[in-house]
């Protein structure tokens, strides 16, 4: 389902030149560049381009922070950001205080080095997937209020020593950090300020590490560290009395943690335990005292069977893949502020999901996979006239079903991915004009009836994979929605080369799946034209060496191609 589909042997080749090119002290400036609408974009374009051609031009370039991120963000986007051009954007700006590096892969301890010189003016470092960062060096970060590493593997233990000197931190994310261990916590206590701590991932954490960090935390998440027990949650629960959201996700725990929040975390607003096979509804009944709690989530709890009726705040629910029955129903159907559920693949009966009808507030509804009818989608889709995001994916939904859609005026995306709908629903589809997103993956949509998709005017994302789409209804889809940005016809073995040209006219469109279809390699050159393209999914045309070789000679490939390679 969706925009992309997955295979075993791919090859992807990018639109930019080999890494260790674009990477070199003068990188090329060929990347793809998006067609500007303002005269900022040109403008910010024209200085990345200077800078690409010689980074010396930055030694006169004094830009304001945000247009300076800009600059740096373009770089980053290109792949061609290198150490001399940060080391002379920053040379030309000494009062620099941001600093967003995120994406960054490539970058290196060493691109730290001309930071130092600005690091104490810094008060928000950004260096989320900066695989190559590992150490931080001699960083004065006193002046730091929002610090994030996500994903930064790399990085050592003895780096994060650094933080303790940025007394003024609010926010941390470390998640994703896999060296960091509970002594690089305990440098975290001098941030008397730090209110959102982020340690997802951190595998190698403990119980012990919840000791150190500061008891002003308002929000913190433990998702995935396995370390973390029932005597973490105790630890936490008596030291951080602010505490309003905790993710506890994956972790170790049991009834036992859930009986110490109820005792001493009352005031909780968030609490997610999702993963944690080892909860029942002991745990959950023990949890009465959390009537501020507005999020919940529960999801793959195998022994979960629904929420508090004491949670009367509750606005997210979260219990996909859990054992949601009628039981649990009855309770949802009677917390009145919800506002969004996700119950895919719920054991309720057909009877039960009618209490959802009850839910007047509700704007997203999930249920994958559920009991879910023609009767009870018309009866929800004529109450619930908030809804914004519905999917009702591999349900027994059929085209009876959409007859009510025309009350949902308010839809943004809809999720009908199921066998029994054909070209009948699409006149009641028509009817959703503020749809943005529909998503038909394998139901039984052919050509006939897609001219109906033109009365969806903000219509940007569409998937047909599976259906039983030609060139032709290529041809009525593209004149039907030519303002789509993400579009997905794999799977339609009728669709050939000359549909090609037809999807030549998408100027819009920015990934485009045709994966499995009878579209051939030298269609692809048809597409070449399309500016805004990032990533093009053909996997099932199988190349020849010439066909691979025809396309990675092209220097200015203006998009990613992804397909099957039988070498």
């Known amino acids: 389902m969706g925009t992309m589909c997955s295979a075993d042997k791919a090859l992807v080749l990018q639109s930019s030149k080999p890494e260790t090119k674009v990477r070199d002290a003068n990188p090329s400036c060929?990347?793809?560049?998006?067609?500007?609408?303002?005269?900022?974009?040109?403008?910010?374009?024209?200085?990345?381009?200077?800078?690409?051609?010689?980074?010396?031009?930055?030694?006169?370039?004094a830009l304001p922070s945000e247009l300076l991120a800009e600059v740096v963000h373009r770089h980053i986007k290109r792949k061609t950001l290198c150490l001399p051009i940060l080391a002379a954007l920053i040379q030309a700006n000494p009062l620099v205080d941001r600093l967003h590096l995120a994406g960054c892969s490539w970058a290196t301890s060493a691109w730290l080095s001309p930071v130092s010189a600005v690091s104490s003016n810094l008060v928000y470092l950004n260096l989320s997937g900066c695989y190559g960062v590992e150490l931080l060096g001699t960083l004065?970060?006193?002046?730091?209020?929002?610090?994030?590493?996500?994903?930064?593997?790399?990085?050592?233990?003895?780096?994060?020593?650094?933080?303790?000197?940025?007394?003024?931190?609010?926010?941390?994310?470390?998640s994703g950090c896999s060296s960091v261990r509970n002594d690089c916590i305990l440098g975290l206590h001098s941030c008397a300020h730090l209110r959102d701590l982020n340690l997802s991932q951190c595998t190698a954490i403990t119980d012990n590490c919840l000791l150190y960090v500061p008891s002003s935390l308002r929000r913190l998440n433990l998702e995935q560290c396995s370390g973390i027990s029932d005597r973490g949650v105790l630890i936490a629960a008596t030291r951080l009395q602010s505490l309003t959201a905790l993710t506890l996700s994956q972790c170790s725990i049991t009834n036992g943690a859930l009986a110490m929040l109820a005792a001493h975390a009352s005031q909780l607003e968030l609490l997610a335990i999702s993963g944690c096979r080892a909860i029942d509804?002991?745990?959950?009944?023990?949890?009465?005292?959390?009537?501020?709690?507005?999020?919940?989530?529960?999801?793959?709890?195998?022994?979960?069977?629904?929420?508090?009726?004491?949670?009367?705040?509750?606005?997210?629910?979260?219990?996909?893949?859990?054992?949601?029955?009628?039981?649990?129903?009855?309770?949802?159907?009677?917390?009145?502020?919800?506002?969004?559920?996700?119950?895919?693949?719920?054991?309720?009966?057909?009877?039960?999901?009618?209490?959802l009808g009850q839910l007047?507030?509700?704007?997203?509804?999930?249920?994958?996979?559920?009991?879910?009818?023609?009767?009870?989608?018309?009866?929800?889709?004529?109450?619930?006239?908030?809804l914004e995001f519905v999917d009702v994916a591999h349900t027994a939904v059929t085209d009876a079903g959409t007859s009510q859609l025309k009350h949902l005026s308010r839809l943004k995306t809809l999720v009908l991915s199921t066998p029994g709908i054909t070209y009948h629903a699409l006149p009641d589809l028509g009817t959703l004009a503020r749809l943005e997103s529909l998503d038909l993956f394998g139901a039984s949509v052919a050509d006939r009836g897609l001219e109906h998709l033109a009365r969806l005017p903000r219509l940007r994302r569409l998937v047909l994979c599976g259906g039983?789409?030609?060139?032709?209804?290529?041809?009525?889809?593209?004149?039907?929605?030519?303002?789509?940005?993400?579009?997905?016809?794999?799977?339609?073995r009728g669709v050939h080369g000359a549909a090609a040209s037809s999807l030549a006219t998408l100027v819009q469109l920015r990934t485009l799946n045709i994966s499995n279809t009878g579209i051939d390699a030298a269609s692809l050159a048809h597409l070449f034209p399309l500016q805004r393209l990032e990533t093009l999914l053909v996997y099932g045309v199988l190349l020849s060496s010439r066909e691979i070789r025809s396309f990675t000679g092209r220097a200015t490939l203006p998009f990613d191609v992804c397909f099957d390679c039988e070498h």
């Open 360 to 386: 007047t507030r509700l704007q997203h509804l999930k249920l994958t996979r559920t009991f879910m009818t023609d009767g009870v989608f018309c009866a929800i889709s004529h109450a619930l006239i908030n």
């Open 30 to 61: 060929n990347a793809r560049r998006r067609p500007s609408s303002t005269l900022a974009d040109l403008c910010l374009n024209q200085i990345a381009d200077s800078l690409a051609g010689d980074s010396s031009t930055a030694l006169s370039l």
């Open 281 to 355: 509804m002991r745990g959950i009944h023990a949890l009465a005292s959390l009537t501020h709690l507005r999020s919940f989530g529960a999801s793959q709890c195998p022994l979960v069977h629904g929420p508090h009726a004491a949670w009367q705040l509750l606005e997210r629910l979260d219990l996909a893949n859990s054992a949601c029955d009628d039981a649990g129903l009855a309770t949802i159907g009677r917390l009145p502020a919800l506002t969004w559920i996700d119950l895919s693949q719920s054991r309720a009966t057909v009877k039960a999901l009618r209490a």
């Open 140 to 174: 004065a970060l006193s002046s730091l209020r929002v610090a994030i590493f996500h994903d930064c593997r790399g990085l050592g233990p003895t780096s994060f020593s650094l933080l303790s000197a940025a007394e003024d931190l609010e926010i941390l994310d470390l």
């Open 468 to 492: 039983c789409l030609t060139d032709r209804g290529v041809a009525l889809l593209a004149e039907s929605a030519p303002a789509l940005t993400d579009l997905n016809i794999s799977h339609n």
